[in-house]
C-alpha cells in the first residue's frame, strides 16, 4: 500500500499519526481514504494543493497515479518569487 | 567559470549568443506598460489611508466628480464583496479598501480624468470620515496577548479554527529527540536576529491600461510577472468571467516576485468601465514603496548543537514574518527552507502575523533569506567555536540525494556539496584575506516550483520558426526558449523568434515565479519541437519517397540511406502540398523542478570610526543544473546577490509609530549601486536535473538567500561581534563596535 507522510501541522488533524498506509491507485484515491479515516483532514490535504511522490514535487496531484510501495508527502500550497 | 557534470554534447544549449530582445532594449524600443497610449485615454490616480487603520465610516465624493477633467469616481462600494475564504478576496481588498484601511497607503478611491493632475486634483477632494483603530506594526505586537486585531477578517490557515485571528499561519516542524541531542552536545550556539521589511526594489514601477469596449469586453496591457494571473486575478476580484478579459504583457522592468500579483487592473478596468474610454494608471515611486509588497520583516530565535568533531546534531528554533495586512503564506514557506544540512533532530516553529503594513509579496525566494540569514550565522559560530573551516563544517553535514527536506521527504539528486566544493577549490577562497579585511561564507537553497505551461511552435514557409510561450521574460527566457528549440530543431538560435503572447493566442501559463519559466516553459517547447520533428520526419518521408521509419532527424535536416540530407528549410517549402502548415503546441503541468542550492564567499572591510562595511570581494557559485544560456544565469546570481548585499546592509522600511513609511524614496531607501559594490564573481555549478530534458534547475531565487549571513559573517569575524540585526547600516555596527 502506498504510504501517506504528514508534515507536523497536519498530524493533528490525523491523531498525531506521521506516515499512514492507506489504499490507493491516484493521490486523490488516498486522500478519499485519509479522510474516510480521519474525517476533515481531506480537506487541510486538497487546500495543500502540492505533493512530493517518490521526491518529485507536484501541483494539484490529484489524478497522479501512485504506484503500490510509494511515498507521497503532501505539502501545502508553494510559491515563489 | 562553469564546473559541469559528464553531460551530453549540446550544439546550442550552453552557448551566450546575443538576446533577442537585446536590440529593442538598447534602443529604446522596447514598450513597457507605461509607454502604452491610446486615443481618448484619461489617467488614473488614488486616494489613500492617512492612517495605519481606522473603520471606514463615509466617503464623499461629490466634489471630486464635478471637477474639471473628471469622468469617474470608484470607491470600494463598486466592487463586489467575495466570501471570506475566497482566494482572491485578499487581493481584492488590498486593492480597495472596504470597510476599513489596514495600513497608510491603502487605497480608499480612485478617479480617472483627463490628465493626471486633474484626476490627482480630484482625488484629494474625496472627504472620508475614519474612525482611528489600534495600529499594530510588529511581530512581539501582532502575537501580543490580547493584542488588537491587524485584520478581522483573517483566520489562521491550516489551523480548522473559524476564530479572527492576528496569526496567518502557524507551521511547526519536528524530528528525531531534540532534548536529547542538545543534552549530549559539545558545543550549543544559540541567537536572536531580527530583519527589517525590504522591497524588490524593481526599477518599473507598476503600470497598465485598460479599455472595456461597450459589449463589457476589457482589454488590458500590464506589466507582470504573469498576465495569465493578471486575468485569473482581475476577473476574480470584479466577479467578471475570465472570457471578458484579454491581457497583453508588455516588457517587465523588473520584478523580483513583486509583480506576481495586482494592485491596479481591476481599478482602471472599473474607471473604464464607467467611463467608456480607456485609462492608463501609473504608480509613482512613492506609490511603490508604500503600498506593494515588500519582503517580511522577521524575527527569529536559532539554536544548534553540535558534536566536537562538526557533527550538526540538532536545530532548535523560532521564526516569525510580519506578514503585513492580510494572510500570506511567507511563515509556512520559511519552513520549506530548512533543507540544507541533514539534522538528525529538528524541532522548529515558522510563524507569520499580520500587520498593519502593506500585503508583503515574494521577493524572489520567499521567506528563505530571512531563515538562512539566522541559520547560516548561528553555523558560523560553531564553526568558530569548533574551530572548523566554515566549508569543511558544511560539507561535513551537507545534505545529498535521500537525505531529508523541510516536507520530510527525500531529496532527489541536488548539487550542495558541489556547490562548496567549487567556493572551497576557487582562486578566491584559496587567496590570502587581505590585510584589514575578514572573509565569510553562507549558503542558500530554494526548492523551486514547476506548474502549468504551454507552447506553440511555428515553422515558417522558409524554414525559420517562431516560438510562443506566455512567460514573460523577466530574465531571458525567451533566449532560453530559442536556445532549447535551436538544439531541437537544429537551426540557427536567430532563425527563431521568441514571442510572449497575450492570453488569447497561446495556451494557458502559470505566472513566471518560482524559478520556473526555463524550466517548465522549456520543457512545453522542448515537447512541442519534439513531436514537430516527428512531423517533420513523415513529411520528409513523403518527399523523399521512402518509408517514414526510413527517416532520421540529424542536425537540423532528414536523412534517409542513398537520400541527400533534406534540410528543414526543403520541408517547409513543401508544406503546402504535404499537409498543410508545420506548428504544433505542447501543454503540461511540469513536475520535478530541482531544487537549487548555493554558496557565497566574501570579503569585508569595516571602518571603526563610521561604521560603513565595504565589500571587497564576492564570489558565488550555484548549480543551474544545465546553464541553457550561461550569460542569463550569471546575471541572475549576480542580481540576487546585489539585492542581497542591499538587504544585508542598507535596505530597511522606516515607520513611525502611526505606521507612516518615513523612506519612500530611492533617495531614502537605499539600494546598492554600481559603485558600492565590487565585481561579484560567479561560478555556475552544473549538475543536472533528471526531471527535466537538458537538466535544467531554476536559478532566479537562490542568489538572493546567502548574502545576509555571508555579510554577516564576514562582519562578525572582521570586528569580533556578531551582528544579529539586518541591515548592518553604519549605525548599528558603531554600535555593535561600541558594545565590543
Known sequence: MPRAHLMTPLRRFADGESVIEVEGATVGEMIVE??????????????????????LIHAEPEFLAVEPDADVYFVAPLTGG | MTITEDRPAYKWVGTRPIRH????????????????????????????????????????????????????????????????????????????????????????????????????????????????????????????????????????????????????????LERGDVDAAFEAADVVVEREFDTAWVHQGYIEPHACVVDVGPDGRADVWASSQGHFRVRSQTAAVLDWDTARIKVTPAEIGGGFGGKTTIYLEPVAALLSEKSGRPVKIVMTRDEVLRATGPAPASKSRIRIAATNDGELTAIDGWIGYAVGCTNDMAGFVGAMSVASYKFPNLKMEFVGALTNTPRSAAYRAPSAPQAAFAIESVIDEIAQALDMDPIELRLKNAVVEGDLTSMGGPHPRVGFVECLEAIRDSEHYRSSVPEGAARGIGTGFWFNIGEQSSATVNLNEDGTATVITGSPDIGGSRASMALMAAEELGIDVHRITPVVADTESVGFTDVTEGSRAT????????????????????????????????????????????????????????????????????????GGAGPSFAVHCCDVVVDDETGRVEVLRYTTAQDAGTAIHPSYVEGQMQGGTAQGIGWALNEEYVYDDDGTMLNASFLDYRVPVASDLPMIETIIVEVPNPAHPYGVRGVGETGIVPPMATIANAVSRATGVRLSSLPMSPPKVLAALDER
Open chain 1, 34 to 55: 485519509l479522510d474516510r479515516l480521519f474525517p476533515g483532514l481531506g480537506e487541510m490535504l486538497t487546500m495543500g494543493s502540492s505533493a512530493a511522490v517518490d521526491g
Open chain 2, 21 to 172: 530582445d537585446g536590440y529593442d532594449k538598447v534602443v529604446g524600443k522596447a514598450r513597457f506598460a507605461a509607454d502604452r497610449n491610446f486615443p481618448g485615454q484619461l489617467h488614473g490616480a488614488f486616494l489613500r489611508s492617512p492612517h495605519g487603520h481606522a473603520r471606514i465610516l463615509a466617503i464623499d465624493t461629490a466634489a471630486a466628480e464635478v471637477m474639471p477633467g473628471v469622468k469617474a469616481v470608484v470607491t470600494g462600494a463598486d466592487f463586489p464583496d467575495l466570501p471570506v475564504g475566497n482566494p482572491e478576496r485578499d487581493t481584492g481588498i488590498n486593492l480597495m479598501a472596504r470597510d476599513a484601511a489596514l495600513y497608510v497607503g491603502h487605497v480608499v478611491a480612485a478617479v480617472a480624468a483627463s490628465t493626471r493632475a486633474e484626476a490627482e486634483a480630484a482625488a484629494a477632494a474625496i472627504e472620508v470620515r475614519y474612525e482611528l483603530l489600534p495600529v499594530v506594526l510588529s511581530i512581539d505586537e501582532s502575537m501580543a496577548d490580547g493584542a488588537p486585531l491587524a485584520n478581522p477578517d483573517n483566520r489562521t490557515a491550516f489551523s480548522g479554527s473559524d476564530d479572527p485571528s492576528n496569526l496567518a499561519t502557524v507551521t511547526p
Open chain 2, 519 to 590: 524550466f517548465a516553459t522549456g520543457m512545453a517547447v522542448v515537447n512541442a519541437c519534439r513531436e514537430l520533428v516527428e512531423e517533420l520526419k513523415a513529411r520528409a518521408a513523403t518527399i523523399l519517397g521512402v518509408g517514414a521509419d526510413a527517416v532520421e532527424w540529424v542536425d537540423g535536416a532528414a536523412v534517409a540511406a542513398d537520400k541527400d540530407p533534406l534540410p528543414l528549410a526543403g520541408i517547409t517549402a513543401k508544406a503546402k502540398g504535404t499537409g498543410g502548415p508545420l506548428t504544433v503546441t505542447a501543454s503540461l503541468n511540469a
